[in-house]
């Protein structure tokens, strides 16, 4: 069965260091989403891409977050200067034509983000 | 701005037995979509049923129902049967009708099926 797949699992970084954080979503699905759980809190939206622009993001995706899709399989997340907050658990997650159509958004293990 | 209220930060009960689990939600519009997604301890998550506002029944899918009680905006998910498998985290989801694709999550409900 086809799934989004994250890498790296786990990373620590230095306060103030860039991260890149990558996903693989499922190869016929559309839309693409990064989400974030910091320990113990609820699952926040962060960004929703399609067709090569974000469609929607929230507050917490300020200037230091960018997506990107650049080579047609790969869609990353990049923080560019990392700060203690950031540290949390990123979820990638890709569907094929949308929540509202399909239900379904499908949801890679996460990659844990820990800034020291 | 929608809010997903989960009350029950934690559940367990007996494998065989009924659970209930209670989602509040709060909007002001009529048409959107409610989910039920499953966190099991691997991290990954997966939908476990999606109802649709302007639909009057209730979803189900195989031993999971859920009771959603529009005017009372409630959206409980039942499981029947329960089994081992079913530990997991259980988030409640709300999605907007309108434009975004954006899921608000609630807090999350962790259920330990106990042997």
């Not at chain 1, 799934?3 to 559309?30: A, D, F, W």
């Amino acid at each position: 069965e086809p799934e989004v797949t994250q890498t790296p699992s786990h990373q620590v970084t230095q306060m103030g260091q860039e991260v890149i954080l990558r996903c693989v979503p499922i190869s016929n699905h559309l839309y693409f989403y990064w989400y974030r759980q910091i320990l113990g809190q609820k699952v926040e939206f962060l960004v929703s891409f399609y067709n090569n622009e974000i469609s929607e993001k929230s507050e917490i995706f300020d200037d230091q977050f960018s997506v990107e899709r650049p080579d047609g399989s790969n869609f990353t997340l990049k923080i560019r200067s990392t700060k203690l907050e950031d540290s949390a658990m990123y979820f990638c997650a890709s569907s094929v034509g949308g929540g509202k159509l399909t239900g379904e958004l499908f949801f890679g293990e996460g990659s844990r983000l820990t800034v020291l | 701005a929608q809010t997903v209220t989960q009350s029950q930060p934690e559940m367990s009960v007996q494998e065989a037995e009924t659970v209930t689990l209670s989602c509040t939600y709060d909007t002001s519009e009529n048409n959107y979509y409610l989910f039920w997604y499953k966190q099991p301890p691997s991290r990954q998550m997966i939908l476990v049923i999606r109802q649709e506002a302007y639909k009057q029944q209730n979803a189900t899918e195989n031993r999971f129902s859920v009771n959603f009680q529009k005017a009372a905006k409630s959206f409980s998910l039942k499981i029947s049967d329960s089994q081992l498998g079913d530990t997991a985290m259980y988030f409640c989801a709300f999605l907007s009708n309108f434009g975004n694709e954006k899921l608000t999550f609630g807090t999350g409900t962790r259920l330990t099926i106990i042997p």
